[in-house]
């Protein structure tokens, strides 16, 4: 299994473009969840899943969106960049009461 | 709501030393708690949950609920315990749902020198 797969690895972004940040897993699990993580503020719940088709909030959803068509992947688009949401970006995704697995990260710098 | 607490952001000390790494949470009801490791550049993984009452590499953590705290403990660091260490906690286990939904703490960064 190759676990949790985030792609891009590194990206830079120009204040107002849009882009998707991939995550993939091959595990079978039902929830995922995107936490943004900042030096000082440790990781923060984006936007989470608990099954294809069902999306909720998270505590710092504002400038993102979700989806969750397969049960295999959740894409976090964000929608008009902004310098605040430069950030390491970790999908994460459990099942039923095992511990989140996460994936290697996508480091966002928007300038 | 929940909360946890990190009352450190940076913990040095040398090889060979007692090290504890501070953890509290506020929440009403039976939380379950982890210890989350970050080494330099590499994905988050899990080192402890409180239900499984293990020890992994040297480490332990126990729950006082009395006291609302999940403080790490190993008794000799080494060098390759050197890592950014999040405690985290989940207010989902009596539910019966997944631990999908954590709340995490700021962090302490844990440097241990030779």
């Known amino acids: 299994n190759a676990g949790v797969t985030q792609t891009p690895k590194f990206q830079v972004l120009k204040t107002g473009q849009s882009m998707t940040l991939q995550c993939a897993q091959d595990?079978?699990?039902?929830?995922m969840s995107w936490y943004r993580q900042d030096p000082g503020m440790g990781l923060r719940l984006i936007h989470y899943s608990v099954g294809a088709g069902i999306t909720d909030q998270g505590e710092v959803p504002n400038g993102y969106n979700v989806s969750r068509s397969t049960t295999e992947d959740f894409p976090l688009r964000l929608l008009s960049a902004a310098p605040s949401q430069t950030s390491v970006y970790f999908c994460?995704?459990?099942?039923?009461?095992?511990?989140?697995?996460f994936g290697n990260g996508t480091r966002l710098t928007v300038t | 709501a929940q909360r946890v607490t990190q009352p450190e952001k940076l913990l040095s000390v040398f090889k060979g030393a007692p090290v504890e790494l501070k953890c509290n949470y506020s929440?009403?009801?039976?939380?379950?708690l982890f210890w989350y490791v970050q080494y330099s550049r590499q994905r988050l993984q899990l080192l402890l949950r409180?239900?499984s009452r293990e020890s992994i590499k040297g480490f332990t953590a126990d729950l006082n609920k009395g006291e609302t705290s999940f403080h790490l403990k190993k008794p000799f660091a080494q060098e390759e315990d050197s890592a950014m260490y999040y405690c985290a906690l989940s207010a989902q286990r009596n539910s019966g749902g997944s631990n999908y939904k954590l709340t995490f703490g700021k962090g302490t960064l844990l440097t241990v020198n030779p």
């Open positions: 595990m079978n699990h039902e929830y």
């Open positions: 409180h239900i």
């Open positions: 929440y009403s009801g039976s939380p379950e």
């Open positions: 994460a995704s459990s099942y039923r009461r095992s511990p989140l697995h």
